[in-house]
Nanobody, 125 residues
């Protein structure tokens, strides 16, 4: 089973950009469907984006569509989340998630069985 490690979080001004990375160790990365979720203080963990095993299918929450892009490099065992035009409401801990149980897991967080430790993203106004 893969272990996931996120990186790339930090502090950015509104309107800025940031790229998150999630590196997987162990397991066959290309067999995992991947997703990004986020959790702001006092709120439920919410779906941000998902990508299928081969990267052919992607999905985005309405709140990030057109601003965020998910991608993966199976040769590097890494999934990315490029975040542009960041807003203060994007402030949250961002979590990477994975599952081998299906080639596509989509928006349901309970479909994912492996989670990273999270990385903090703070967008100042």
């Amino acid at each position: 089973q893969a272990q996931l490690v996120e990186s790339g979080g930090g502090l950015v001004q509104a309107g800025g950009s940031m790229r998150l990375s999630c590196a997987a160790s162990e397991g066959t990365f290309s067999s995992y469907a991947m997703g990004w979720f986020r959790q702001a203080p006092g709120k439920e963990r919410e779906f941000v984006s998902a990508i299928s095993r081969a990267g052919r299918i992607t999905d985005y929450a309405d709140s990030v569509k057109g601003r965020f892009t998910i991608s993966r490099d199976n040769g590097q065992n890494t999934v990315y989340l490029q975040m542009n035009s960041l807003r203060p409401e994007d402030t949250a801990i961002y979590y990477c998630a994975a599952t081998q149980l299906s080639g596509w897991a989509g928006r349901n967080r309970y479909e994912y069985n492996v989670w990273g430790q999270g990385t903090q993203v703070t967008v100042s106004s």
